[in-house]
Every structure is written in structure tokens, then in C-alpha cells.
């Protein structure tokens, strides 16, 4: 909460009188009890400020110093992400010395990096890379109606257990009902074949 310089002055003032922040915590509700009461930290800022530049009113932060850090801090997180592209923000932040939140803003801002999620792939073995090749030049072949009437299947597993969605179930009570849903530890599931047809779809189930 900001104070105004009549409020800092008194705050001052009785530190150096009673030199205990809860008896200038009690002073200050009684001189001012509309405003909220400052806590230990604001005290001993402005008691602080005081002392080191003779004012009571609010320093600003010196820019330049601020442009040198953000630089300097910027510099190293630039090699960093060239050596590590897969370093996390807070290993990134902890390593350089400064908060996550600079160290994002460096990123975005200064550097102008986007962090890409990973893909996940289906891993393709030695002997795949001709199969693939053999089906495409085959498939190519094929005269145009032969598409239609092309069978494409899956494998999938069926669970048993009916899925409860705890982001989106509600009950409104007024009080707490404490329901809940039990489920197995292990889910009983089943292994089947899914068959999808262009024109239709349906199932097979091999239990």
C-alpha cells in the first residue's frame, strides 16, 4: 500500500520515539483509523529510505542500473538457451542470479523465443522405412474407385470402468455432500481391433 509523505513522516517519527513497530502500529490506527495499518516489512522500508537518502518520500529505482542487470542478465540467458534449448525457466533464472519473471521476459521480449511444445511420434524401425515405401507406390497404382472401398484399422484398448471428469462434475448443495466416485486401482480393460470404413464404421472386439 503507498502512503502518503504526512503518513511516512509520522511513521518515522514514532520508530525513533518508541523504536517497537507494534507500538507505531498502534499509533498509526489511532492517527489514521480509515487507513489500513502498514505491516513490519513497509515500516522498515521507509524507516530505511530515510536513513540512506534523508527523505522520507518514495526513491525510484535508478533505471540505468536496472538496463545494466536486465543486460548483463540477458547475456548469459542467451548463451545458456544456445548451449541448453531445453533448459526449464526457474534453472534458467537460478543459475543466472536473477527472477524467473526476467528471465521470461528476456526470453520473449529481447530475444524473441517462443517456447514449442514436443510431439509425440510413432518410433519407426529399421525394416519400416521400405514397408512404407512399397504401400505408397502400391497405393499409387491402385485405380481411383479402389479407394473407397479401402478398410483402415487400429488397436485400442477398452476400459471397463465408466470416466469421471473431475474438472466439469458439480453438485450444487448447500452444504458439502462429500461425494465421491470409487475406481479400481487397475482398470480391467480388453484388447480389440477398430475398423473404420470410409462411407461406415464400426467395431470389432477380440476378447
Known amino acids: 500500500m503507498k502512503f502518503d509523505i504526512t503518513q511516512r513522516v509520522f511513521l518515522v517519527k514514532k520508530i525513533y520515539e518508541s523504536s517497537k513497530i ?37 526513491v525510484p529505482p535508478n533505471k540505468k542500473i536496472l538496463d545494466q542487470k536486465r543486460e548483463m542478465a540477458k547475456n548469459e540467458v542467451e548463451k545458456l538457451v544456445s548451449d541448453f534449448p531445453q533448459l526449464a525457466i526457474r534453472k534458467a533464472a537460478s543459475a543466472v542470479g536473477v527472477s524467473a519473471t526476467l528471465v521470461y521476459h528476456i526470453l520473449h521480449d529481447d530475444l524473441h523465443l517462443k517456447p514449442y511444445k514436443f510431439h509425440q511420434w510413432h518410433k519407426l524401425e529399421e525394416g519400416d522405412y521400405n514397408k512404407r515405401l512399397n504401400f505408397a507406390t502400391w497405393s499409387l497404382n491402385l485405380p481411383n474407385p479402389a479407394l473407397n472401398h479401402i478398410i483402415f484399422s487400429d488397436e485400442a484398448y477398452f476400459y471397463l470402468t465408466l470416466p469421471s471428469n473431475n474438472q466439469n462434475n458439480r453438485q450444487w448443495s448447500e452444504s458439502n455432500p462429500c461425494l465421491g466416485v470409487e475406481t479400481p486401482l487397475h482398470d480391467e480393460n480388453f484388447f480389440g481391433l477398430v475398423w473404420n470404413f470410409r462411407q461406415s464404421s464400426f467395431w470389432t472386439i477380440l476378447l
Open 22 to 58: 507494534y507500538l507505531v502500529q498502534r499509533a498509526f490506527r489511532s492517527q489514521y483509523p480509515k487507513d489500513s495499518t502498514p505491516s513490519h516489512k513497509a515500516i522498515k522500508n521507509i524507516v530505511s529510505n530515510f536513513e540512506k537518502y534523508g527523505s522520507v518520500a518514495r
